[in-house]
């Protein structure tokens, strides 16, 4: 598993728990694990309609095929600065952590996994992917489409929406 962070993953997971928390969802645990992201860009297309040049699609694509599983560095954690009515602890919670939390509480739970970003050779264009747990066999998530706009991350476009 990997532990390294570049700024750019950084910026990327602060920019999707900022955009998630904006969604006015509250109340959530983030865990650490870091899952293998998967793009296709038949599939992007497809689904979004977007115009992306052909080339940075294919880096994409190219990059998801070296992508593997890892663990945030818990120092983002303490960088986020929501009070606990938003982010529950400014610790992520670990697969065995999560699987605790639920048998402890009973209740459904806003546990979020964000994915290892798929990058562009130039570091513009991004997809990650999200998945929310709300009970042991129950989950959802989706996908976003990123871009460096005037040096900050923008959200382009949500896309490939999923539910078990």
């Given amino acids: ?20 928390i904006g969604k ?6 983030i865990q650490c694990e870091k899952p293998k992201t998967f793009f296709d860009q038949k599939d992007f297309k497809e689904q979004t309609g977007l115009e992306v040049p052909e080339n940075i699609l294919k880096e994409i694509e190219i990059n998801g095929t070296k992508s593997s599983d890892g663990i945030w560095n818990s120092d983002l954690m ?4 929501y009070g606990s009515d938003f982010i529950k602890t400014k610790k992520c919670l670990t697969k065995k952590d999560v699987e605790q939390l639920f048998i402890k ?24 992917s ?24 923008t959200v382009i476009v949500e896309y490939g929406m999923w539910m078990t």
């Fill in 105 to 128: 509480t009973k209740k459904r739970q806003n546990i979020v996994s964000i994915s290892e970003p798929l990058f562009d050779n130039n570091y513009e264009n991004c997809v990650v």
């Fill in 78 to 81: 303490r960088e986020l600065n």
């Fill in 130 to 153: 999200v998945s929310y747990w709300k009970f042991t066999g129950s989950a959802y998530g989706h996908k976003y489409f990123l871009k460096k706009v005037y040096g900050v991350w």
């Fill in 24 to 29: 006015g969802i509250l109340g959530i645990y």
């Fill in 1 to 20: 598993m990997s532990f390294s962070q570049n700024s750019s993953e950084s910026e990327v997971f602060k920019k999707i728990i900022d955009h998630e």
